[in-house]
């Protein structure tokens, strides 16, 4: 019997690592189960920061579960045997604390680099002046129960003013520059969550967050639409907060803001939301 | 101390309701906590229904109270059930079943002290959890059936009366939290047995009184910070809210967060490190063998108390919090895995060469190292703020989180009460039962938690009631797209084709918790039948060493029918120079040479 137990802890590292691998390679039936799909340019550094840790844990996992069925499996009662009498060792002790000390500060290390450049550092501009300025946010996210608010910048070419326009829901952004976004809630705490992107931030209401990435055009499959979802529980309808990402071409882009403003009256006041028809500026 | 069973007589209400005897406090903090156990369970197995057949009609009481959904429950429904979930299973079941149960159980009874420092303190800690329990209890006869927004309860969300109960009751749990440390810490301190120094005591011990300090010095921020939620819900105070419709503002949701996480993640460490200390106990007991490293592993214990006031910030990784702040919280939450790590080595250093007997405990207390192993790792790559931007809020802190809390804590408290159940009434528990109830609790666990992972990493939200808002969104988006897509091409979004794999693993997920739901009648039969027809245990039935092993089963009023004296420290199993393979710490030095030294040292010798 001892050992049906001895197996059965054998069996939690293989299993484990086993789905994680058939998770990994689609192997069936964990098809389409690995990381979403990345369309960003720095998505790669957070993925291969993810998958150099699962490695490095996937190895502690199945060396401790190793020894720890191990144990099991030899050393069962038997009587008149007598364990061994020891109370620990020293050198084993500094060994088990110095080396792991080492690899989790190599990980802190690692990926501090990439979280500055995620979170920490916006994205620099030449200014009209000649020097350097923070770059200036291309879309203004609202976030509020229960849906997504993107105002884009009106005549004056500046989100934030009199004359942007909004529509509800869908995000048209332009391929292969870096943008920047402005995320503010009106309500309560929300969670701008772009998985394709790898971005994630949550909106505090009475605060101003931004978000930078820059999309990557050979990842975009033609005409695939993006998910934008909440991600921080915001009431009842938080599973239904979802929004839809549509990347374009810089040319599309323009042409899309063309007949925005063209639509919009002179007065300024925002164009109605017209839902999936918004989708014109993309196709033209 | 020497009065066992001649007491003077008592009525039946101040021997067994308001008593303050640590043992009957003890029993009825572990009913009361098995009772919310069963609750929390409940409701568990509820949400994960809604998850795998999502919008399915409610049995029996589906149509009174969803009427108007035709029998199907509301979004705002499936958000209670998770956030009282959550509620129930920290604040009334395993914080209340660790420190309130084993702690009142085992302290006196392991230090060789006849009660506790403050006996009616110790009765009022008990007591206070019932305005807890009344409060939360009315929360579910509110018109939303119960508190909606999480446990973490983040401000400007929350509000309603809901929300008045169920700061009320974490109120109260706090006090009789606070109130039970205060004990702890000067029974620990003050009531030890002759000759029991402190690097003599049982790590159980040792995770109680750490489990004490961090009670004592965090609980306080937790209830200040839920007082002033509760002004601003009741009389309109704005400490959390921000200027909006129902707020004048003037307040910081993000200032809750650092509060609430101030006390709550330290809580975590004090729903884990007394169940360490007891899995170090059974695990050393039943391998026949010495702890591995007794001194480093009450230092990793005091490096992850110690540290673990200072990681609250990985909670709020991205929750608009500076992010160079992000990056100091990472360092000290990536540095607390090397002392939980010295632990993992350290048991399984215990277990190596040993003689192991494969009881019920030994098994749940195996089961809770090789869990804690997954835990402890999946808390690695979230620990990196990096690699948690895609993590955060998805089911991979799920998983982590029942792995740490369900699959370790929870199996050190089966380990814990198949253990001293001997103890605690005098009859053994059935081997067979209890071995058939580790078997399927640890398969069910394991295939209700570890898919978990895969659709963290898939990027699947928590907390969504269903994902068929999504899936029809797509489906009418799709519509709308071909209709206007120039080219012909049909457009197609991302998570649609995830969606396939969203609903399987979520079936099976919700198979696996059913299961393991039902198999904890192995459980509740072998807990009550072996009240009554579980074979007598003698004083000492598991051949351990501590303090506690020595009074009778179950001990009397007064606990020792002698004054025990401590020689040597709890862990002297198959010592060369003895016959038998464990020495108890109250017997003798063994012999006029000297030649078993006081083991109070713990020094670590070569092997």
Same mark, same amino acid.
């Given at each position: 019997?001892?050992?049906?137990?001895?197996?059965?802890?054998?069996?939690?590292?293989?299993?484990?690592?086993?789905?994680?691998?058939?998770?990994?390679?689609?192997?069936?039936?964990?098809?389409?189960?690995?990381?979403?799909?990345?369309?960003?340019?720095?998505?790669?550094?957070?993925?291969?920061?993810?998958?150099?840790?699962?490695?490095?844990?996937?190895?502690?996992?199945?060396?401790?579960?190793?020894?720890?069925?191990?144990?099991?499996?030899?050393?069962?009662?038997?009587?008149?045997?007598?364990?061994?009498?020891?109370?620990?060792?020293?050198?084993?002790?500094?060994?088990?604390?110095?080396?792991?000390?080492?690899?989790?500060?190599?990980?802190?290390?690692?990926?501090?680099?990439?979280?500055?450049?995620? =979170?920490?550092?916006?994205?620099?501009?030449?200014?009209?002046?000649?020097?350097?300025?923070?770059?200036?946010?291309?879309?203004?996210?609202?976030?509020?129960?229960?849906?997504?608010?993107?105002?884009?910048?009106?005549?004056?070419?500046?989100?934030?003013?009199?004359?942007?326009?909004?529509?509800?829901?869908?995000?048209?952004?332009?391929?292969?520059?870096?943008?920047?976004?402005?995320?503010?809630?009106?309500?309560?705490?929300?969670?701008?969550?772009?998985?394709?992107?790898?971005?994630?931030?949550?909106?505090?209401?009475?605060?101003?967050?931004?978000?930078?990435?820059?999309?990557?055009?050979?990842?975009? =499959?033609?005409?695939?639409?993006?998910?934008?979802?909440?991600?921080?529980?915001?009431?009842?309808?938080?599973?239904?907060?979802?929004?839809?990402?549509?990347?374009?071409?810089?040319?599309?882009?323009?042409?899309?803001?063309?007949?925005?403003?063209?639509?919009?009256?002179?007065?300024?006041?925002?164009?109605?939301?017209?839902?999936?028809?918004?989708?014109?500026?993309?196709?033209? | 101390?020497?009065?066992?069973?001649?007491?003077?007589?008592?009525?039946?209400? &101040?021997?067994?309701?308001?008593?303050?005897?640590?043992?009957?406090?003890?029993?009825?903090?572990?009913?009361?906590?098995?009772?919310?156990?069963?609750?929390?369970?409940?409701?568990?197995?509820?949400?994960? %229904?809604?998850?795998?057949?999502?919008?399915?009609?409610?049995?029996?009481?589906?149509? *009174?109270?969803?009427?108007?959904?035709?029998?199907?429950?509301?979004?705002?429904?499936?958000?209670?059930?998770?956030?009282?979930?959550?509620?129930?299973?920290?604040?009334?079941?395993?914080?209340?079943?660790?420190?309130?149960?084993?702690?009142?159980?085992?302290?006196?009874?392991? %230090?060789?002290?006849?009660?506790?420092?403050?006996?009616?303190?110790?009765?009022?800690?008990?007591?206070?959890?019932?305005?807890?329990?009344?409060?939360?209890?009315?929360?579910?006869?509110?018109?939303?059936?119960?508190?909606?927004?999480?446990?973490?309860?983040?401000?400007?969300?929350?509000?309603?009366?809901?929300?008045?109960?169920?700061?009320?009751?974490?109120?109260?749990?706090?006090?009789?939290?606070?109130?039970?440390?205060?004990?702890?810490?000067?029974?620990?301190?003050?009531?030890?047995?002759?000759?029991?120094?402190?690097?003599?005591?049982?790590?159980?011990?040792?995770?109680?009184?750490?489990?004490? %300090?961090?009670?004592?010095?965090?609980?306080?921020?937790?209830?200040?910070?839920?007082?002033?939620?509760?002004?601003?819900?009741?009389?309109?105070?704005?400490?959390?809210?921000? *200027?909006?419709?129902?707020?004048?503002?003037?307040?910081?949701?993000?200032?809750?967060?650092?509060?609430?996480?101030?006390? &709550?993640?330290?809580?975590?460490?004090?729903?884990?490190?007394?169940?360490?200390?007891?899995?170090?106990?059974?695990?050393?007991?039943?391998?026949?063998?010495?702890? /591995?490293?007794?001194?480093?592993?009450?230092?990793?214990?005091?490096?992850?108390?110690?540290?673990?006031?200072?990681?609250?910030? !990985?909670?709020?990784?991205?929750?608009?919090?500076?992010?160079?702040?992000?990056?100091?919280?990472?360092?000290?939450?990536?540095?607390?895995?090397?002392?939980?790590?010295?632990?993992?080595?350290?048991?399984?250093?215990?277990?190596?060469?040993?003689?192991?007997?494969?009881?019920?405990?030994?098994?749940?207390? %195996?089961?809770?190292?090789?869990?804690?192993?997954?835990?402890?790792?999946?808390?690695?790559?979230?620990?990196?703020?990096?690699?948690?931007?895609?993590?955060?809020?998805?089911?991979?802190?799920?998983? !982590?989180?029942?792995?740490?809390?369900?699959?370790?804590?929870?199996?050190?408290?089966?380990?814990?009460?198949?253990?001293?159940?001997?103890?605690?009434?005098?009859?053994?528990?059935?081997?067979?039962?209890?071995?058939?109830?580790?078997?399927?609790?640890?398969?069910?666990?394991?295939?209700?938690? /570890?898919?978990?992972?895969?659709?963290?990493?898939?990027?699947?939200?928590?907390?969504?009631?269903? /994902?068929?808002?999504?899936?029809?969104?797509?489906?009418?988006?799709?519509?709308?797209?071909?209709?206007?897509?120039?080219?012909?091409?049909?457009?197609?979004?991302?998570?649609?084709?995830?969606?396939?794999?969203?609903?399987?693993?979520?079936?099976?997920?919700?198979?696996?918790?059913?299961?393991?739901?039902?198999?904890?009648?192995?459980?509740?039969?072998?807990?009550?039948?072996?009240?009554?027809?579980?074979?007598?245990?003698?004083?000492?039935?598991?051949?351990?060493?501590?303090?506690?092993?020595?009074?009778?089963?179950?001990?009397?009023?007064?606990?020792?029918?002698?004054?025990?004296?401590?020689?040597?420290?709890?862990?002297?199993?198959?010592?060369?120079?003895?016959?038998?393979?464990?020495?108890?710490?109250?017997?003798?030095?063994?012999? *006029?040479?000297?030649?078993?030294?006081?083991?109070?040292?713990?020094?670590?010798?070569?092997?």
């Amino acid at each position: 019997m001892n050992r049906f137990w001895s197996i059965l802890f054998f069996l939690v590292p293989i299993l484990g690592v086993g789905v994680c691998l058939m998770s990994a390679f689609g192997i069936y039936p964990f098809e389409e189960t690995w990381l979403p799909v990345d369309i960003s340019e720095s998505g790669k550094d957070i993925d291969r920061a993810f998958v150099v840790v699962m490695w490095i844990i996937g190895v502690v996992f199945v060396g401790t579960g190793y020894f720890l069925a191990m144990a099991l499996w030899k050393d069962s009662y038997s009587a008149g045997k007598k364990a061994q009498y020891s109370h620990g060792n020293t050198r084993l002790e500094i060994a088990w604390s110095v080396i792991p000390g080492f690899v989790l500060i190599g990980i802190f290390v690692y990926q501090s680099i990439y979280w500055e450049q995620q =979170k920490i550092s916006r994205p620099m501009v030449q200014q009209v002046d000649g020097s350097e300025g923070l770059q200036e946010p291309l879309v203004r996210v609202v976030a509020h129960k229960f849906g997504w608010q993107f105002w884009y910048a009106g005549m004056d070419g500046k989100v934030g003013t009199f004359d942007d326009f909004m529509i509800e829901n869908e995000l048209f952004l332009p391929m292969d520059e870096s943008i920047v976004l402005q995320l503010e809630s009106i309500d309560v705490l929300h969670s701008f969550y772009l998985r394709n992107l790898r971005i994630k931030q949550d909106l505090v209401p009475g605060k101003r967050q931004f978000a930078w990435f820059r999309i990557q055009s050979e990842k975009v =499959k033609p005409n695939q639409v993006y998910d934008i979802l909440c991600a921080e529980l915001c009431g009842w309808g938080h599973s239904r907060m979802n929004g839809r990402l549509y990347p374009v071409t810089r040319e599309a882009f323009d042409l899309f803001l063309l007949e925005k403003h063209r639509e919009q009256n002179s007065f300024g006041l925002p164009v109605e939301n017209e839902g999936g028809n918004t989708g014109d500026g993309e196709a033209e | 101390m020497s009065d066992t069973g001649e007491h003077p007589r008592q009525s039946f209400i &101040s021997r067994y309701i308001f008593s303050r005897d640590h043992k009957v406090i003890g029993t009825q903090f572990l009913y009361s906590t098995l009772i919310w156990f069963l609750v929390g369970g409940g409701l568990a197995i509820a949400l994960r %229904i809604q998850l795998a057949w999502p919008w399915s009609d409610m049995p029996y009481f589906g149509n *009174e109270l969803f009427a108007t959904e035709g029998g199907q429950i509301t979004p705002e429904f499936y958000n209670m059930l998770f956030t009282m979930h959550a509620s129930v299973m920290i604040f009334f079941v395993i914080i209340p079943i660790l420190a309130g149960a084993f702690g009142n159980l085992l302290i006196p009874l392991m %230090i060789g002290a006849d009660d506790m420092a403050f006996p009616t303190l110790n009765m009022l800690s008990y007591w206070v959890m019932w305005p807890a329990f009344i409060c939360l209890g009315l929360s579910f006869g509110t018109p939303t059936f119960g508190a909606t927004f999480g446990w973490t309860a983040n401000p400007p969300m929350t509000e309603g009366p809901a929300l008045t109960f169920w700061l009320l009751a974490l109120i109260f749990v706090g006090i009789g939290s606070m109130m039970g440390s205060v004990n702890y810490l000067t029974t620990i301190i003050q009531m030890r047995a002759p000759g029991m120094t402190m690097f003599r005591l049982p790590m159980t011990i040792w995770g109680m009184f750490v489990t004490a %300090i961090l009670q004592a010095f965090a609980l306080p921020v937790l209830t200040a910070a839920l007082c002033m939620q509760l002004a601003d819900n009741c009389w309109g105070t704005g400490f959390f809210r921000p *200027e909006s419709a129902t707020s004048t503002g003037g307040g910081e949701p993000l200032m809750w967060q650092h509060l609430f996480w101030f006390y &709550s993640h330290p809580a975590v460490y004090i729903m884990i490190l007394p169940a360490m200390g007891m899995v170090s106990d059974i695990i050393s007991c039943f391998a026949r063998k010495p702890l /591995f490293g007794y001194k480093p592993m009450i230092y990793s214990i005091s490096g992850i108390a110690g540290l673990g006031f200072i990681v609250w910030g !990985h909670h709020m990784f991205v929750s608009g919090m500076n992010p160079m702040l992000g990056t100091t919280f990472a360092l000290s939450t990536i540095l607390i895995a090397l002392p939980s790590a010295v632990k993992v080595f350290n048991w399984i250093g215990t277990l190596w060469r040993g003689n192991i007997r494969l009881t019920t405990p030994m098994l749940f207390a %195996i089961s809770f190292v090789s869990m804690f192993i997954i835990g402890g790792l999946s808390g690695i790559p979230i620990a990196s703020p990096l690699i948690d931007i895609p993590l955060h809020d998805t089911y991979f802190i799920v998983a !982590h989180i029942h792995y740490v809390l369900f699959a370790g804590t929870v199996m050190a408290v089966f380990a814990g009460i198949y253990y001293w159940y001997p103890k605690l009434f005098g009859r053994m528990m059935n081997e067979t039962l209890g071995k058939l109830h580790f078997l399927f609790t640890f398969v069910f666990l394991n295939g209700t938690f /570890f898919l978990m992972h895969v659709l963290g990493w898939m990027g699947v939200p928590r907390r969504y009631a269903s /994902f068929q808002a999504l899936k029809q969104q797509i489906e009418e988006g799709n519509q709308q797209l071909e209709l206007t897509a120039s080219d012909g091409v049909s457009k197609i979004f991302v998570m649609a084709k995830d969606y396939e794999a969203i609903m399987w693993i979520n079936e099976f997920i919700t198979i696996c918790a059913v299961g393991m739901g039902i198999v904890q009648v192995f459980f509740v039969l072998n807990f009550f039948g072996s009240l009554f027809f579980g074979k007598k245990a003698g004083r000492n039935p598991w051949e351990a060493n501590t303090l506690e092993w020595t009074t009778p089963s179950p001990p009397g009023h007064g606990n020792f029918d002698f004054q025990p004296i401590v020689s040597r420290g709890p862990y002297e199993y198959s010592h060369p120079d003895t016959e038998k393979d464990f020495v108890m710490q109250t017997d003798p030095p063994l012999d *006029e040479s000297g030649q078993v030294a006081d083991n109070d040292s713990g020094e670590a010798a070569d092997v």
